[in-house]
């Protein structure tokens, strides 16, 4: 994201909402393989470019592979994680889809109730395959264009 925004021409930044460890939901155990009951980091913020909202992130992560606490800094997620783990982030499925309205996020995306979203979805996986990063990035469709090279082998 912070690269999509730079290459703009605008200045990425990050604002925190929330940083919470808590009990995985199903859902959360399912995607990333987890024991019941088990702990999570989730983080919530937003990605801003030039100090306005673009994406909306919540990223959620076993706490015994990283707690929230080690994640201050504007960086990247991945690369923030990647500094706590003995492990490289290989690489992430991921899907899009175009959603309407959800007043929560579409406030704090300074969005109308008629604007579209763009959200992705991501699975996070380390080069052994393991289910790493959690992912949920909603953008302001009407701020964001994605451009996919498909290379046939």
Do not use: W
Request: aromatic share 8%.
């Amino acid at each position: 994201i912070t690269k999509m925004i730079e290459k703009n021409g605008e200045v990425a930044g990050t604002e925190f909402i929330s940083l919470d460890e808590e009990v995985a939901t199903l859902k959360d155990i399912e995607v990333l393989n987890l024991e019941k009951d088990a702990y999570i980091s989730v983080i919530e913020r937003v990605r801003t470019a030039n100090g306005e909202p673009v994406v909306y992130c919540l990223d959620k992560i076993a706490t015994d592979l990283f707690a929230c606490s080690d994640y201050r800094s504007n960086s990247s997620i991945l690369s923030a994680i990647e500094s706590k783990v003995e492990f490289k982030i290989t690489h992430a499925n991921t899907s899009i889809e175009s959603i309407s309205y959800e007043p929560y996020i579409s406030e704090i995306l300074n969005s109308e109730p008629d604007d579209a979203m763009m959200l992705l979805t991501q699975v996070h996986y380390n080069e052994h395959g393991t289910p790493v990063l959690y992912s949920l990035n909603y953008f302001k469709s009407s701020l964001v264009k994605f451009r996919i090279t498909r290379n046939r082998i």
